[in-house]
């Protein structure tokens, strides 16, 4: 038997430390427990005394028993299995997979923040209170708002309360506006929290440029649209450079313009959404104010507007005292025009902390720095890879660069391959197959994280790519082999939908 | 430029799908370009046997791994017979998308409607007007 | 770089932005803080509020104070979660997605249910989202909501609501604190009934008699939790006839946090998996054959199905369910019950202290799991002021939410809570000196 062979069957792991790791449920062994409790110090209370036989279930189904030692070995092997921006570049495109600073992540677990309640009384969360008073003033500055609300709970929850205050506007104002335009670039949770408003969604073309273009809105502007909703930087990286003249034609006819803030990195001290025409808008604290994305979330949404939505923002709303009341900050519910409460408590406050710690540490300049540098690896990259890759709209770019497969018609090579090959050079895939309207899309964000060297490797790993897919396309199109697990069978996934683990002797 | 087969006994609509005459009923399904353009389809839904499609309206919904398109009535009628083997096995759409992976058949409320609907030589151009 | 580009400043990079759309002076926010600074800031900040481990705590409502087993943490501070984002590329996301495979595993087995998926924004959110989603299944736009459900949660649905032709109808509460009977409110017209359990008064529900009154009429039933642990000890809600079970799971694991990140969760039956919201995690192979995770059923999400998706959520609560699903595997099988069983009893013991009590009423007669209404005689503030001098958060003032018991608060017990504690509270609350 060979070494191989007989590793596969004994010891710790078949490939030295790239360790397998088996479900919860079948590392669980009868009797085993990863929690101790103090000694009750109250009588014990007969459940079935006090709840009755009937109310209580037998047996909790689907629960492990496992030792502290199992489950942190369990998750600690798991995590050896994720890409992650502490590893290396994470260049997802509109998602901007920036660095997230530890201090962040220290200051959020003070026990004042973690350990507080919602409900608490008032006078006893001040601290709270004026730290959300000043992310609401900074975060207002930062993009031109007059007014901010923290609480949705992250970008589309954002989009979906900007939205209902759109509406509550225009019925406030007795007008029944039914649609929404929305560009053929936008990210799909556009037209999905227009639909969840009850909105008929309006595409709006790009132009042959990759911008918005007035002639576009002026030709759908009627009185029946609400609202545009425009993203800026577009999906594209461009910066819509008609959008002030956009503005004016959606404003003329009564209509507010909605900004999805998720490209707002590139704009930090630059430019201003709200000296740009934007009406409302939201941030996605997880792009571009450094909170983790914690392998899918939490994010925070907060959404800043002009006074004249203000009146219909969500409650409760944070305000500081003045004259006869005295010192500190105090919440408001008294606001009669308001769309209501889209959470069930004040929004994702461990990001609000986390955001305000960011922009803290940044200050005006580091700011305004920041959006630099964004911009300048983008169209670092852009010019590095320009001619080898297809750049369909080929213009100066903001914060990421949109490519395209083009340029390998013929060797059988896709997106989608190339994507998979980084893998095999320790690069977590940029965003593929988005803006729709890119036949093949690669969208590249580097973010300001990156130095030179780290985005020359990157340069080299795509061209290298590029010349695989001519002299090797099978090494391509197979890739990533260097994974624990080659390409997945998301078709058997779909058609025979296994969405829990069930005893063999069920499933 | 990919190959698709257009059998010569069948209607096509724009929407690619395409209708067989059954007496006085039409079989409806997709096209072997749809299918080829959808890649693996994971999902089929259809209506109620005893359902009233429009022509033109959405009668069910077809998903692949990845995309997800409207099913569109060719015709006007009442739904007599559904593929309700598709449930369970989507892949036909992609293994015998003119056999097993047939959907619905209507029960034709008006002989007009008919007219509307392409034979093999125009449904060809349509296919490639759009696969350069 | 800017060779390479071709440009002869940064400044050049930002041509397309027009000079006058530009900003002319810096922002006005505060001038970066040393990390130093930044620490003593917040720190100051984070003094100035009151804290799970600065007072003995009663207060629930939605947000609970239980203990959190340190491995927890220790797991969700692992850079290759919290730094990885949505599982796109299943290759290099493996960890990410099997841990959400055994999250959704152990909430089918908590819930009773057949589906789970990877968690929503919060407990009300997800109560918003089943409604939307028992009115895509049924095709109908009545919803029957109890006033047992979380009042936050309640307002989220009719925000949630508000955009879209729906009526919604209020089911009352009965003296004993439960949701009275629903005949007469249930009809041909309504998409589902939404009951929290146990409610937001902490009376345990009928949910039998609920999935009854819902099915009579070809509704489904939803039945939202606050207080995930009450799964633990309660019969599951999907065995006695719920379709949709959602709700909030912060009590798994994861830190009061003012009120958030929290972790939405939901469940459903398989019939109605191509109606859930949120992201789905399933099992299938690689192309050696070996076990793998993805993301799966996507077209029903937002970014394939656009304005036609079941909902317009992206992100989940990604990290939070990986807390509460360590949190999970730690407590088991056989700890989360005894654990819930400790709060049962923590709450009979108070119960008993406060009967024992001439000045303290327990007005609602239903059995309670943790948490309980108690009445206090004269004024609700005062008596919350008298426990807060005693180092005491002592619960919720019900006159904003159920002014109709009287001066009444809402008391919560857990494990963390100590017989001392609970004794001084007794005291505060009737006004004793001790």
Known sequence: MSGADRRAIVGNSANGFSYEEALLFERSRPGREGCSLPKLDVPEADPAAVLGADALRDDLEGLPELSEVDVIRHFTRLSTWNAAVDLGLYPLGSCSMKYNPKVNEKVARLAGFSGAHPLQPIALMQGFLKLAFELERDLAEISGMDRVTLQPAAGAQGELAGIMMIRAYHEHRGEKRRKVLIPDTAHGTNPASAALNGYEVIPVPSGADGLLHPEEIERRMTPEVAALMITNPSTLGLFEEHIARIAEIVHARGGLIYGDGANLNALLGVTRPGDLGIDVMHFNLHKTFSTPHGGGGPGAGPVGVKNALAPFLPVPVVRRLGGQEGEGFTLDYDFPLSIGRLHANFGNVGMLVRAHAYIRSLGPDGLRRCAEMAVLNANYLLARLRGVYHVPYDRPVMHECVLSDRHLDGTGITTLDVAKRLIDYGYHPPTVYFPLIVHGALMIEPTESESLEGLDRFVEAMLAIAEEAREDPELVRTAPHHTRRTRLDETRAARQPVLRWQPEEIA | MADYDIPDDLSFTNEDEWVRREGNNLVVGITDFAQQQLGDIVFVELPPVGSVVSRGDPFGVIESVKAVSDLYAPVSGEVVDVNTDLADHPEAVNEDCYGDGWMISIAISSEDELEGLMDVPAYRQHVDDRSD | ?434
């Open chain 3, 1 to 434: 770089m800017l060779e390479a580009i071709g440009v002869g400043s940064v400044d050049a990079l930002f041509a397309n932005v027009a000079q006058k759309h530009r900003l002319q002076r810096p922002l006005a926010v505060p001038a970066a803080a040393s990390e130093q600074e930044l620490l003593t800031e917040l720190s100051t900040l984070a003094e100035q509020n009151a804290h799970s481990a600065s007072h003995d705590w009663f207060l629930g409502a939605g947000c609970y104070a239980h203990f959190i087993p340190s491995a927890v943490d220790a797991i969700a501070s692992r850079a290759e979660f919290y730094t990885a984002y949505t599982p796109y590329q299943p290759e290099i996301s493996q960890g990410t997605l099997q841990a959400i495979f055994e999250w959704q595993t152990m909430m089918c087995g908590l819930t009773g249910l057949e589906v789970s998926n990877a968690s929503m924004y919060d407990g009300a959110s997800a109560a918003a989202e089943a409604a939307l989603m028992a009115m895509r299944i049924t095709r109908r736009t009545k919803v029957v909501l109890a006033n047992g459900v979380h009042p936050h949660y309640r307002a989220v649905i009719h925000t949630y609501l508000g955009g879209l032709e729906t009526q919604i109808v209020e089911a009352p509460r009965a003296a004993d604190g439960r949701t009275a009977p629903l005949a007469g409110l249930v009809d041909a017209e309504t998409a589902c009934v939404v009951l929290q359990q146990p409610n937001f008064l902490g009376a345990i529900e009928d949910v039998a008699a609920a999935a009854a009154a819902a099915h009579a009429h070809g509704a489904k039933l939803v039945v939202v939790v606050s207080e995930a642990l009450s799964l633990a000890l309660l019969r599951s809600p999907g065995s006695l006839g719920a379709d949709i079970v959602c709700g909030e799971a912060q009590s798994f694991g994861v830190p009061m946090g003012l009120g958030g990140p929290h972790l939405g969760f939901m469940a459903a039956r398989m019939a109605f998996v191509r109606n859930l919201p949120g992201r789905l995690v399933g099992q299938t192979v690689d192309t050696e054959g070996r076990r793998g995770f993805v993301l799966t059923l996507s077209t029903r999400e937002q970014h394939i199905r656009r304005e036609r998706a079941t909902s317009n959520i992206c992100t989940n609560q990604g990290l939070c369910l990986l807390m509460a699903t360590v949190y999970l595997a730690l407590l088991g099988r056989v700890g989360l019950r005894r654990l819930a069983e400790r709060n049962l009893a923590k709450a009979e013991y108070a119960k008993a202290r406060i009967r024992a009590t001439a000045s303290l009423t327990l007005p609602l007669p239903a059995p309670t799991f943790n948490e309980f209404v108690v009445g206090v005689r004269g004024n609700a503030a005062a008596a919350l002021a008298r426990a807060l001098e005693a180092g005491i958060v002592g619960g919720l003032d019900l006159a904003p939410y159920a002014p109709e018991l009287g001066p009444a608060l809402l008391v919560c017990t857990t494990e963390l809570t100590t017989r001392d504690a609970i004794d001084r509270l007794v005291a505060a609350l009737a006004g004793e000196q001790r």
